[in-house]
């Protein structure tokens, strides 16, 4: 699986928009680029993920450049609820059971 | 929102008892996964589980673990001897085809 690469910690004042980068520059033409989130040691949280076209959903854009090696997660209107731990994961789409591969992420503090 | 739920949320057991840690998965999925979070470590993949039987398992996955689907409801995770390395959160996730995996806010499990 390819490797992804995330700042170790960014901080966001509340009511900003939160872009999170990642780098996953070996990624191939199978893989997908999954978030998740985690707050305070509970379960992990599925935001969003994209193959090659940029997403949206109720909590988050996905921004994929078009060479594919970086994205970017947008939260558009930081709150404080929004202080986690962001894992970008690339995954391939084949196989049945997929297992998850996390980092250490980025530890994004929202400020007021 | 259905959710996956797990019990209990912490569980205390003396070193070489068997623990039980039970998961109810989202009712229509089929894909069933097991992970650990070691204090302060990343997220590391166990077991996933489909059609009643795993599909992958880790190196971390030994003898000592093992997982069932005892009904159609629950989902559980074995530790047969347990050992004080294995004082960890452990969250089960589960997900449908090629669909993102949804995951319970974890049981602690701390060996004595």
């Known amino acids: 699986d390819a490797k992804t690469t995330q700042p170790t910690s960014m901080d966001c004042a509340e009511g900003r928009a939160a872009n999170l980068p990642c780098n996953h520059s070996?990624?191939?033409?199978?893989?997908?680029v999954y978030w998740y989130r985690q707050i305070h040691s509970q379960g992990p949280q599925y935001i969003i993920h994209?193959?090659?076209n940029n997403e949206t959903n109720e909590m988050a854009s996905l921004i994929i450049t078009e060479d594919r090696k970086s994205s970017t997660l947008i939260l558009p209107h930081a709150t404080l609820r929004d202080t986690a731990v962001y894992y970008c994961?690339?995954?391939?789409?084949?196989?049945?059971?997929?297992?998850?591969?996390f980092g250490s992420g980025s530890q994004l503090t929202v400020l007021p | 929102e259905p959710e996956v739920t797990q019990t209990p949320s912490h569980q205390v057991t003396q070193m070489g008892q068997e623990v039980i840690l039970r998961c109810v998965p989202i009712?229509?999925?089929?894909?069933f996964y097991w992970y650990r979070q070691i204090l302060g470590q990343k997220v590391e993949f166990l077991v996933s589980?489909?059609?009643?039987?795993?599909?992958?398992k880790s190196e971390i996955f030994d003898d000592q673990f093992s997982v069932e689907r005892p009904d159609g409801s629950n989902f559980t995770l074995k530790i047969r001897s347990t050992k004080l390395e294995d004082s960890a959160m452990y969250f089960c996730?589960?997900?449908?085809?090629?669909?993102?995996?949804?995951f319970g806010d974890g049981t602690r499990l701390s060996i004595l």
């Open positions: 994961i690339v995954e391939p789409r084949s196989g049945s059971a997929r297992q998850l591969t």
């Open positions: 996730a589960s997900s449908q085809a090629r669909q993102p995996q949804h």
């Open positions: 070996t990624i191939s033409g199978n893989e997908y």
């Open positions: 589980f489909y059609n009643n039987e795993i599909s992958e």
């Open positions: 994209g193959l090659k």
């Open positions: 009712s229509n999925h089929l894909y």
